[in-house]
Nanobody
Framework: VQLQASGGGLVQAGGSLRLSCTAS????????MGWYRQAPGKQREMVAT???????DYASSVKGRFTISRDNPETAVHLQMSTLKPEDTAVYYC???????????????????WGQGTLVTVSS
């Protein structure tokens, strides 16, 4: 099982970017998906999450500017980022919770999976 993130890049303050993350592999089910970020010298923090029931949660610093959504089938998640600020500069990681997948003819897993990260740089 892998998560492939894309969409990062360099943008001026006030601009927009859309991040996408797709899960691949013989996935049976997964719980919520989300986006986290880690700025240089800082700990990784939650940006936005979306549950299996499409309940969303946002960090207070991005509420009203970022929107998280999932595709159907629910193995892809997107993050629409608007009104970007220099403090949004970070490596953004996507996450899939409690991924259960097929290995041979058996179900296994039940743990979180992380993508490789995509860099977002917002210039002032």
């Amino acid at each position: 099982v892998q998560l492939q993130a894309s969409g990062g890049g360099l943008v001026q303050a006030g601009g927009s970017l859309r991040l996408s993350c797709t899960a691949s592999g013989r996935i049976h089910s997964l719980n919520g998906m989300g986006w986290y970020r880690q700025a240089p010298g800082k700990q990784r923090e939650m940006v936005a999450t979306i549950s299996k029931d499409n309940v969303t949660d946002y960090a207070s610093s991005v509420k009203g500017r970022f929107t998280i959504s999932r595709d159907n089938p629910e193995t892809a998640v997107h993050l629409q980022m608007s009104t970007l600020k220099p403090e949004d500069t970070a490596v953004y990681y996507c996450n899939a919770g409690r991924v259960i997948y097929w290995q041979d003819n058996y179900l296994t897993g039940g743990f979180d999976v992380w993508g490789q990260g995509t860099l977002v740089t917002v210039s002032s």
